[in-house]
């Protein structure tokens, strides 16, 4: 009974920023932690950015680290991801996900309960 969607995605040129939203609509009540997941073409989904609920920790993959950050807006239900210098290997399929359990920000992929449809993100060279 949790729904997502994000938003946000396009084309751009390597350097420029993009800022993707995922607004969550259902069972929003729920302390849910967030995350940002991206599937490229041929290759295995993979971990992004993670927020636990209150967001006072969070979490990045090595190869996005220093360029994105997550934030949530728990009144508004909505968890952002704000990507800069933007690289070719970011083009992907971004989806964001929920996890019932809020108390921390994690990286694994199946602790994740609900997921959105996924936007996509293209960067050229």
């Known amino acids: 009974q949790v729904q997502l969607v994000e938003s946000g995605g396009g084309l751009v040129q390597a350097g420029d920023s993009l800022r993707l939203s995922c607004a969550a609509s259902?069972?929003?009540?729920?302390?849910?932690?967030m995350g940002w997941f991206r599937q490229a073409p041929g290759k295995e989904r993979e971990f992004v950015a993670a927020?636990?609920?209150?967001?006072?920790?969070?979490y990045y993959a090595d190869s996005v680290k220093g360029r994105f950050t997550i934030s949530k807006d728990n009144a508004n239900n909505t968890v952002y991801l704000q990507m800069n210098s933007l690289k070719p290997e970011d083009t992907a399929v971004y989806y964001c996900?929920?996890?019932?359990?809020?108390?921390?920000?994690?990286?694994?992929?199946?602790?994740?309960?609900?997921w959105g449809q996924g936007t996509q993100v293209t960067v050229s060279s």
């Open positions: 259902g069972r929003t009540f729920s302390r849910f932690a």
């Open positions: 927020i636990n609920w209150s967001g006072s920790n969070t």
């Open positions: 996900a929920a996890d019932d359990d809020g108390t921390t920000a994690t990286m694994i992929l199946f602790l994740y309960d609900y």
